[in-house]
C-alpha cells in the first residue's frame, strides 16, 4: 500500500466505516414492511454505498476545514497537516463524494431521497459549523438518527414506526454524547468526561424498552458486553482525566455492538451476528487506521 493511499484511508477514517453499515442494518431491519420476508437488497445496497461516500465524504472535508486548527493543536499525524495530501485536492474529493453518496442513497427507494438529501446536507452543515460548539453535537446526533431512518424508508417502513424512530433517536442520543467527548479529546475534561462516558450504556440499552419482542441470552449477552466496554473505558478515562483519541474509537465501535443488541432482540440472527463482527473488525482497524 502506498503512502498516498494510507493518507487517503486515513484522511476518510475508513475504520469507522462498519459502524455506518450497522446502522443501516438497524434501520433495515427495524424499519421493514409488516409482513415482509426482508428488506429489497438493491435498496438495502444503495443506501450500504451511499452512506458509506457520505460519512467518508463528510471526514474529509472535516479535516479540510479544520486543518488549520489542527495545525495549531498540534495534530501533525493528520494527512493534511503532514503534507501528505493536497487540501484543495481532498476539498474536491470530499464534495464529490458526499453528493454521489446522497444520490446513491436516494435511489434506494421512493422514501429514501428526503432523508438521503436531508443526511447529505447535515454532514456538510457539520462540517462548516464551529468546532466544539453545542450545535454542533446536535448536528452530529441528528446524522445518526437520519442515517437509521433513511434505511428504514428505503426497506418500506416510515418515520411513524415507534421501534425504528426510538432507535434513531437513542443513537442519535448516544452520538450526541460521543461527539462532546470527541470534541474534547486533546483537551482536559477532568471528571465530568468520565461521568459522561460512564453513561453512555444508558442511552443504547434504552432500546429494550421499545416496542417489540422481549430481550432473549443473546440480546441480553450483547447488551452486557456493551456495558461492559462502555464501562472500562470510563474508567480509563478516569484515569487520565481527558478523552483519548483511544477512548473515542472505541466509543465508535460500540455503535455496532448497540445494533447488534437491537438486530439481534428482533430476531435478525445473520444480521446481529454481522454487528458483532463489524464491532471486532473496527476494534482491529483501529490499531493501523485512527479514526479519531
Known sequence: MTAAVRAWIRLARASNVPSVWTNVLA?????????AAWAPPGAILSVLVGAT????GGMMLNDVVDVDADRADGLSDRPLVAGALDPVRARAVAIAAIVLGSLAAALAG???WPWALGLGGAVVLYDLMPRRSGAARIVMGGCRAMLVLLAGAATGGTAASPALLGWALLVGGYTWQVTGLAQREHAAAGGRGARRAALLPLWLLAGGALPGPAPGPAAIACALAMTLVLHVTAARLRAVHHARPIHVMTMIAVFSLGDAWMLLRFGAWAEGAAAIACFGAMRLLHRRIPGS
Open 110 to 112: 421512493p422514501g429514501a
Open 53 to 56: 461516500l457520505i460519512y467518508t
Open 27 to 35: 434501520g433495515a431491519v427495524l424499519g421493514s414492511a409488516p409482513g
